[in-house]
């Protein structure tokens, strides 16, 4: 037995959904949470997840005994009905959890996994999305079961080397993630200031793409996404104007930002405008590996995300500027020759 898979087996997790009158109630129930265990991670608008696996002794109970004290705790103290399920990881926990019903609890042991997940629909398997869904039903792949049955080889011919892999050990009900208690940061932001109030458009735009770049790797190098943008022009006369937007899928990928900041410029409708300055602001962050990219059919995304990567080892090496898109280049040298 490998040593990840016994610490797989070894976990015992919790996922709760709560009937909250308002999202904003869920910062309120960590100290409820965390007087049970601190490894707590709350997953907004109205989930938590818990790893109870350090705190079975300390309780003398089992973790289906734990989600019912929880669930009891959070009616006494709170007046809410909180849906609860149990599972050795956090997937098949979350996706039993969406099952039960408020008031209830769902346990699936660590034997029973296979058989929990063999019936699901393929688009309730974490990581599933609509177009990824679509893709393998049309391939009869319609149940979990169908994915797992498939060798990994024909599965990342569908659906890419990566996203092949992680689909096909969550279908095996296989999931490492662990719980997160640090808070991830709700936004990250990157200004760029010119240096004249700038009216020419082509300007506009080459700063939006240095803006998403910046972001894009602080995301990356923070291991976040982001699900919503903002961007804020500043203009010569001291007035902003804001626009907001979710993005389409969450994402921490510079050419997937740049395209939304773009779009979102063009929605301002800027006339000859003078430029001070323009904010991009990443949104509803939160951790990378709870993100899916849904397939496009569109090789040349998968190429330049290939080669982002390449250029993220490169900068952490040598440094950020060492490349860079090209229309962030300096202009050209233009070069005169005279004859002699």
Known sequence: MTTTTAQQQLRHIVHLRFELPDPARL???????????????????????????????????????????????????HGLRTAAATAPNPMVAAMACVLTPPGHLTTVELDAVAAFLRPRPVRELTGVGPTTARLLIQHGVHTVGDLAGLPLATVQRLLGARTGRTLHDRAHGHDHRPVLT??????????????????????????????????????????????????TVRYADGSTTTRT???????????????????????????????????LRGENLSPAEHATRQLTFDHTIDKTLLIEAVQDRARRRYGTDVIKPAALGHPAVRWRYTSM
């Open 27 to 77: 910062q309120d129930l960590r100290p409820l949470l965390e007087q049970v265990t601190p490894q707590v991670q709350l997953l907004e608008p109205d989930h938590a997840v818990l790893d109870v696996t350090g705190a079975l002794r300390f309780w003398n109970r089992d973790a289906a005994e734990i989600a019912r004290l929880l669930q009891l705790r959070a009616a006494a103290h």
């Open 182 to 231: 640090e808070p991830v940061a709700r936004s990250t932001s990157a200004e760029h200031r010119f240096t004249r109030d700038e009216l020419d458009p082509a300007q506009h735009r080459r700063a939006l793409l240095d803006l998403a770049g910046q972001l894009g790797t602080r995301l990356r190098t923070g291991a976040q996404v982001a699900a919503g943008f903002t961007i």
């Open 245 to 279: 937007r979710a993005l389409p899928e969450a994402t921490h990928h510079t050419t997937l930002l740049a395209r939304s900041a773009y779009d979102l410029y063009e929605s301002l409708g800027l006339q000859r405008a003078r430029v001070r300055s323009i904010t």
